[in-house]
């Protein structure tokens, strides 16, 4: 395996990383401010909007869509670097490449499944920048994890669907530029096989019936970089047959195939934000003393440092390998690989940054750093597209099968 970046990585890679620290980083507390001054902070504020425009300008647009008729056409290894860039201001960089969550699975997801006037009237809006979408999957009152036990009803009549149900976590939906719900639920609930009773359907925002209850914190956070969370109720709401993704029955396996590249896109990001935390420490440890001596001196600060070097650099290279192996075997022949970043990656880069976290003392766990939100945000993705012990449970059952 040659991990080796081609020419085309390596000029994007200069690019992108010259954008990030000259553009994107001195941005961050200009986006801070026009938020407290908005209206709602789920609001897109202005400097976003200005970034994007350049990232425009600038050739970094839709670099995660494969597809060479509606993004940059890049295999996963070529996009592995660039994402793992967008990790060192997570806040921003996602957003302003149109490159953010949970609007990058939407675009594949239609990309992939969507008929034609579901491209033309909300693919192509997605693609520019113009609109927000939001995914509606996880619901409160089942196990989630398992998401054959969704409860959220569509049923038939005539020419309509007939959504019934309760979602709550919906990333995207607080954003006032949201305009269409990604939505799963069951279309034939008694089905004899519980894979093919969820179907997906598009519902625009301003659907009767559907409305946006709440925003959900996370760890006190509203996360309002990625639009914002939501609980959201759907009562009796109505959309044409038309908006159905795909088949009936076809719900599960298209959310599979969306949380797939979303699982490696979140680790590649994380790795950024452990590489982030790492320039953090270092920054810190140089320039603080304590008890007569720089932090830098103390032997637990540098186990610290070595300790989380060396954890990213295996965690890449885990990544990296993964990346190659989608290019090349596919989606289905990477699985065990996608699984084991989406276990490890996580996990590792929450212990990078509690060390930087501990190593800034006070200040580490304030708002005048990122590094609370960014903890915070890695944490949570032990829970996002399927906690850790599903996917340990799954890893398990193939190597225990090479012995049965």
């Known amino acids: 395996m040659d991990f080796a970046f081609d020419e085309r990585t390596e000029e994007l890679r200069d690019r992108l990383r010259t954008f990030v620290e000259e553009e994107v980083r001195p941005a961050e507390p200009v986006a801070e401010a026009q938020r407290a001054e908005s209206d709602s902070p789920f609001r897109t504020p202005p400097v976003l909007r200005e970034l994007q425009a350049e990232a425009w300008e600038r050739g970094l647009w839709n670099l995660f869509l494969p597809d060479r008729a509606y993004g940059a056409g890049l295999t996963n290894l070529q996009y592995a670097?660039?994402?793992?860039?967008?990790?060192h201001s997570p806040q921003l960089a996602p957003a302003a490449l149109n490159c953010?969550?949970?609007?990058?699975?939407?675009?594949?997801?239609?990309a992939e499944f969507g008929s034609a006037e579901q491209r033309r009237r909300w693919l192509e809006p997605l693609l520019a920048g113009e609109i927000r979408s939001a995914f509606a999957m996880?619901?409160?009152?089942v196990a989630s994890s398992d998401?054959?036990?969704?409860r959220t009803r569509i049923r038939r009549e005539g020419d309509e669907y007939v959504i019934t149900g309760r979602k709550w976590y919906v990333s995207g939906a607080m954003n006032p530029d949201c305009r269409i719900f990604v939505v799963l639920g069951k279309t034939d609930p008694d089905g004899a096989d519980v894979r093919r009773q969820q179907s997906m359907v598009l519902v625009?925002?301003?659907?009767?019936?559907?409305?946006?209850?709440?925003a959900m914190r996370v760890y006190g956070y509203e996360d309002h970089w990625h639009g914002g969370h939501a609980e959201v109720t759907l009562d009796e709401v109505r959309v044409p047959v038309g908006h159905l993704v795909g088949e009936e029955g076809g719900g599960f396996a298209i959310a599979q195939a969306r949380?797939?590249?979303?699982r490696i896109h979140h680790c590649m990001r994380l790795i950024g934000m452990a590489e982030r935390a790492i320039e953090l420490m270092c920054r810190r440890a140089v320039d603080r003393e304590a008890f007569g001596k720089p932090l830098a001196a103390q032997g637990v600060v540098r186990e610290w440092i070595a300790d989380a070097r060396v954890r990213v650099e295996q965690l890449r290279l885990l990544v990296l390998k993964t990346a190659w192996?989608?290019?090349t075997v596919g989606n289905r022949g990477a699985h065990t690989e996608i699984q084991a970043i989406k276990i490890a990656t996580p996990r590792a880069v929450v212990d990078v940054l509690d060390r930087a976290v501990q190593l800034h003392g006070a200040g580490g766990v304030s708002q005048d750093l990122p590094l609370a939100e960014l903890w915070a945000a890695a944490r949570t993705l032990q829970l996002a597209d399927g906690p850790d012990e599903v996917h340990q449970r799954s890893l398990a059952r193939r190597e225990l099968a090479k012995y049965a």
């Open 259 to 262: 949380l797939g590249p979303g």
């Open 147 to 150: 998401a054959t036990n969704v």
């Open 81 to 87: 670097p660039l994402a793992e860039l967008t990790g």
């Open 325 to 327: 192996l989608m290019d």
């Open 138 to 141: 996880t619901e409160p009152e």
């Open 204 to 214: 625009p925002r301003d659907t009767p019936g559907l409305t946006v209850r709440r």
């Open 100 to 110: 953010g969550a949970p609007d990058t699975g939407n675009m594949e997801l239609l």
